[in-house]
């Protein structure tokens, strides 16, 4: 009974852990962080393991450090004037690339050319699968009156999740880029990102929402150019079904709470084919020879990656990242269907409850408390090994921080309850090791044992104590008269008379027999005297039940001896009480013997 009932307070306690644990946000929070730091751990062990490569047909075309010098040295400025651009895209479009991206915004400069910029703008005009960035904020209306955007850039979005909010991803202004630019083309893509609260970038928005219209993410376009050459896929309405998936052909991206896909990395900077800007800049000014560069069905994207030009993101492969490659990321996820999925709140508490009762069980079944840790590790590692390979080979996201703080949690209230059953069982054996069955007082064992532990305090300590042995007068004749069933009875409400009539710190035994013996620490001989008496009149005065109604009397006979003037030893001092105990007895019974 004990034991169901230590089992339901561990079922109640860690019930009750579960509850605390997802009502509070503060604790969710916390929790949150050391996940996305697991998550990035998975991802830095794939990318050591090579788990994943990048795909061969996106190249990048960088602002690099030695570009950067270049362009300042030779146009003594930056940005670059924009026909620069228009040269460089009719240069790789006539290799026909499958796209052209750029991860720059051309916004409207006080220095700006007309001339070249109109170079830009007809080149958007002139290509298809040209494609530019802007990027919403939230500046005050101080600063800049927000601009009507073309609804061309807008795409229809039917949000059937209801964990998916996607108004966490609004703006309230923007940074428009060359008007030119937008009304030739609807091949203009968004840049905002998403950051967790360490700071690092993990996820990407799939749209915005700006002056309630959608306007999908750059990276998204880019991809979706890509599926549509290479598989025919054309979307007119963006689904996120009921189940947080974007609905993509037969491709479905997780989508989070906050409306953006969790990137699959391949690698830390530098993973795909860089090409310096200089170079090709040099190509078509005739400096250097064109050797061949090979941009053929390649999605290529134009960005910076001068540590100084300060388009650089912390993610969880690099602290230091640049923006055109999260881009690059998120195409490849797009294409090659590597996004991540994160498993929802349900399955974590699920898998956190059957940890738990894993690890329960075998602190519970378990004899060994190294043991059974050893044990609950391997389940833990177990659960780890497969998070690992179901991000390796399904792109699953499985948490791992709240199933273990469940599972240390089942451990730790597992030992406790264990503890005290344990405790309980030892105080039961001790009890029975020590405890006569029929009277309920200490037995013969235990009361030799505490003499000698009272002979060594008394002799320790300089100070006195009394024993007190009694029997029952005339015993045998009253089992002989009323049998032994009511000769036990007697026994028992004999041994609770004297329990009754004596101090908590006495230790009244079962000697033997039909004799009883009571311990009196630090008590003195006269009061030890006057404890018996006391004793013998109560027991003499008191009626004892019998079956069937009947009462009866009986009357007691006792010794009394005291440490250290009866002896210096155990057996000196139960003689000596033992010896006045007959002498009682040889007087006529039912009193203390002198």
Known sequence: MLKKILYTIWLFLF????????????????????????????????????????????????????SYEYILDKYGEWPLSRDIYAKLVDYIEAQKPQSIAFDLMFVKSLKSNPEADNALVNSFKKYDNLFTAMNLDNQSEDLRIPPVLPDKLSVNVINNSSNVDLNSQAYTNCRSILQGILNSTS????????????????????????Q?????????????????????????????????????????????????????????????????MYRLIKIINKELPDTGLDFKDKIVYFGTTA?????????????????????ATYVNNLIDNNFIKKTDKMFTVAAGILLAVLTGFIVMKVGSAFVASLASLSVYLVYVLSS??????????????????????????ALIVKYFIKSRDFEQQYKLATTDGLTELYNHRYFQEQMKRQIENSKRYETEFSMIILDIDFFKKFNDTFGH???????????????????????????????????LPNTGKDVAYSTAEKICQRVSDKKFKLSNDRETSV??????????????????????ADKRLYNAKNNGRNQVGK
């Not at 997802?22 to 916390?30: C, G, M, P, Q, Y």
């Not at 360490?198 to 929402?209: E, S």
């Not at 690992?388 to 703080?405: D, G, Q, R, S």
């Open 307 to 327: 540590s100084s030009l300060f388009d650089i993101k912390t993610v969880p492969v690099s602290r230091i990242y640049p923006g055109v490659e999260v881009q």
């Open 212 to 276: 309630d219209k959608f306007y999908p993410q750059l990276g998204l376009k880019v991809g979706l150019k890509y599926l549509k050459d290479k598989e025919n896929l054309d979307i007119k309405n963006f689904v996120i079904d009921k189940n947080s998936n974007l609905i993509l052909g037969n491709r479905k991206i997780y989508v989070d709470n906050s409306g953006s896909a969790i990137l699959n990395w391949y690698g830390p900077t530098t993973t795909y084919e860089h090409i310096p």
């Open 15 to 66: 019930c009750l852990v579960i509850f605390v644990s997802l009502r509070s946000a503060n604790f969710n929070a916390f929790i949150d962080v050391i996940e996305n730091r697991t998550f990035d751990l998975r991802q830095n062990v794939m990318i050591n393991n090579k788990a994943k490569s990048v795909n061969k047909n996106i190249v990048i075309v960088a602002v690099d450090d030695a």
């Open 555 to 576: 009357t007691i006979s006792l010794g009394v001896a005291t440490f250290p003037y009866d002896g210096e030893s155990a057996s000196d001092i139960i003689d000596s």
């Open 388 to 413: 690992y390979y179901a991000m390796k080979f399904f792109n699953v996201w499985i948490e791992l921080v709240y199933p273990l703080i469940l599972a240390i949690a089942a451990f730790i209230s």
């Open 187 to 210: 091949n203009v893509g968004m840049i905002n990102v998403s950051r967790a609260e360490d700071g690092i970038l993990r996820k990407m928005p799939l749209f915005v929402k700006y």
């Open 485 to 519: 069933q009511a000769g036990d009875s007697v026994l028992r409400q004999v041994a609770q008379t004297l329990k009754r009539n004596v101090r908590a710190t006495d230790i009244v035994c079962r000697y033997g027999g039909e004799e009883m013996s009571i311990i």
